[in-house]
């Protein structure tokens, strides 16, 4: 699972039938210090909450096909879960 | 399996019903010498790991289904251990 940034939606104007009710949105990829990282990808929303500005995670490939419901509809990206807060440890912490 | 470093943690409350009442680890992904690759994912704990544990980390979808006890989990990378010690060969 990564990280993204929703930044848009997606208003399809015809779909495949497997896919009519599935809310699309496009995401930005991000780093875990939560700046975009890597070419934005249009990811099935599975909480079926997330919208623009949301921090969210996602997966991708065949895991991306179970996170919605009903599950193994045909989509390679997908929201798993809305991120609250993302904390990386100081190095002080670490240590 | 890939090993990784604990760096952090993910709070989420509003996700898949599989992500209930378990902790999402963020890990960086550690090279040959143990240094970070540049590259994170996010885990999730079954094993109970903390702040800047090395990890044993299976990125693998249907690993990780059965690990979670649960075919439709849409997770991919689970912490299945706790590393003590890499010991890197001359070979």
């Known amino acids: 699972m990564l990280l993204g940034r ?3 939606t997606v208003v399809p104007a015809a779909l495949v039938d497997e896919l009519s009710a599935t809310p699309l949105l496009w995401v930005q990829p991000l780093n875990k210090q ?25 997966v991708a490939s065949r ?16 929201i798993v879960g809305l991120v609250d807060n993302v904390h990386n440890y100081t190095k002080e912490e670490l240590d | 399996m890939i090993l990784g470093r604990i760096t952090g943690n993910v709070v989420s409350t509003i996700h898949h019903p599989v992500v209930n009442g378990r902790k999402l680890l963020l890990a960086d ?3 040959q010498n143990g240094k970070p690759t540049g590259a ?6 079954m094993i109970g790991a903390g702040k800047g544990e090395t990890v044993l980390i ?14 439709s989990a849409p997770v991919r990378s689970v912490v299945v251990g706790i590393v003590d010690e890499v010991e890197l060969g001359s070979g």
């Not at chain 1, 895991?63 to 997908?78: I, K």
């Not at chain 2, 994170?40 to 704990?45: E, L, R, V």
């Open chain 2, 58 to 71: 299976l990125d693998e979808g249907s690993g990780a289904r059965q690990i979670l006890d649960d075919a």
């Open chain 2, 40 to 45: 994170y994912i996010i885990a999730m704990d």
């Open chain 2, 29 to 31: 992904r550690l090279d």
């Open chain 1, 6 to 8: 929703v930044i848009g």
């Open chain 1, 34 to 58: 939560c700046k975009p990282d890597g070419d934005p990808l249009v990811c099935a929303d599975g909480t079926r909450m997330a919208g623009p500005g949301q921090i969210i995670y996602w």
């Open chain 1, 63 to 78: 895991e991306a096909a179970l996170a919605l419901d009903p599950w193994f509809v045909p989509v390679d990206d997908a």
